[in-house]
């Protein structure tokens, strides 16, 4: 049974900075791609920031390039989500997500995903 758990979340003042955390289980952690997706009612799942399964490589939305900062720790199974300079357009409910795609899959793409946790909120005040 595979299990995606995030925490951190809250609220925060506009500049203040958040730390996601998503603690995996059930997985070989390893061997999945992890991501973060946002989401705000009414609007479509925008990607955030995703790793790949060895931690070679990392990927950002373009919106959130240069504030926020992914990672990961096998020795945990967690995946991080470092959030500086917060703007109130980053409210949302985020979520962490797991892919076993390996190298080829395209981590943008929330339909790539088999797991997901089930979101935490981030609401930045004005």
């Known amino acids: 049974q595979v299990e995606l758990v995030e925490t951190g979340g809250g609220l925060v003042e506009a500049g203040g900075s958040l730390r996601l955390s998503c603690a995996a289980s059930?997985?070989?952690?390893?061997?999945?791609?992890m991501a973060w997706f946002r989401q705000t009612p009414g609007k479509e799942r925008e990607f955030v920031a995703a790793?790949?399964?060895?931690?070679?490589?990392?990927y950002y939305g373009d919106s959130v390039k240069g504030r926020f900062t992914i990672s990961r720790d096998s020795a945990k199974t967690t995946v991080f989500l470092q959030m500086n300079n917060l703007k109130p357009e980053d409210t949302a409910a985020y979520y962490c997500?797991?892919?076993?795609?390996?190298?080829?899959?395209?981590?943008?793409?929330?339909?790539?995903?088999?797991?997901w946790g089930q979101g935490t909120q981030v609401t930045v005040s004005s």
């Open positions: 790793v790949r399964y060895n931690g070679g490589h990392t």
């Open positions: 997500a797991a892919d076993r795609g390996g190298i080829l899959s395209t981590v943008r793409d929330p339909n790539t995903y088999e797991w």
């Open positions: 059930g997985v070989t952690f390893n061997r999945y791609n």
